[in-house]
């Protein structure tokens, strides 16, 4: 089935206007300090929003809400010697799929799935420790964006501690898990892992865009 086609307004980015797709979207607010933007499902309420403002429409979406100038200005903005790591589920458990990407560029670094039966939880963790073994393996000293802190005390704690079960659904998923905890007992790393300000800098590189 072909994905519903999405069309995004940005008020406030590199780039105002409205895009016609997420990738456009990404590079207009993509480390933009406060960044205002929100998907709408069709040319027409894109428009009427786009001549609205951002507070009539952001709603109460997690992550969207703007910050004062001092905040901001605590926050900084973020650090381009990175990757930047995210998931996307479609239900709880449902379709799950996660990826790495150059915080700067967008540029895909890695990805897997999408996996028959996940959660967005395991989604962030393994790509947590998939983005901590490709820097190892390169020799490099790049540090790891997340949005999810859960994902963050599953790392440090090198357990997943998910609630969903283990069925023939999701058994290659499952593998992965055991192969992330293992990696985690048997390497050490020195890449910090550091959560994505969300609402000083937008939507992670890494998001899939199903807002």
Excluded at 44 to 62: F, I, V
Excluded at 157 to 185: I, S
Aim: aromatic share 10%.
């Amino acid at each position: 089935m072909a994905k519903k086609k999405k069309y995004y307004v940005v008020w406030k980015g590199h780039q105002e206007g409205i895009h016609t797709s997420w990738e456009q979207c990404k590079k207009a607010i993509a480390g933009y300090a406060g960044a205002q933007f929100k998907s709408f499902p069709d040319l027409a309420s894109a428009k009427r929003a786009l001549n609205g403002s951002y507070d009539e429409h952001k709603g109460s979406s997690k992550g969207k809400g703007t910050l004062t100038a001092q905040e901001l200005a605590v926050i900084g903005r973020p650090n381009y010697h990175s990757i930047s790591v995210d998931a996307a589920s479609s239900g709880n458990p449902g379709r799950m799929e996660y990826q790495g990407v150059d915080t700067k560029t967008g540029r895909k670094l890695f990805k897997q799935g999408p996996f028959e039966e996940g959660t967005n939880n395991i989604g962030e963790f393994l790509a947590i420790v998939h983005g901590l073994a490709f820097l190892k393996q390169h020799k490099s000293d790049r540090i790891i964006y997340t949005d999810s802190r859960t994902a963050m005390g599953w790392v440090r704690k090198k357990q997943c501690n998910t609630k969903l079960v283990e069925t023939d659904k999701n058994r290659e998923l499952f593998h992965l898990v055991r192969r992330a905890v293992d990696w985690l007992n048997k390497n050490s790393y020195t890449t910090p892992i550091v959560k994505w300000e969300t609402k000083a800098w937008g939507e992670i590189p890494a998001d899939f865009g199903r807002k």
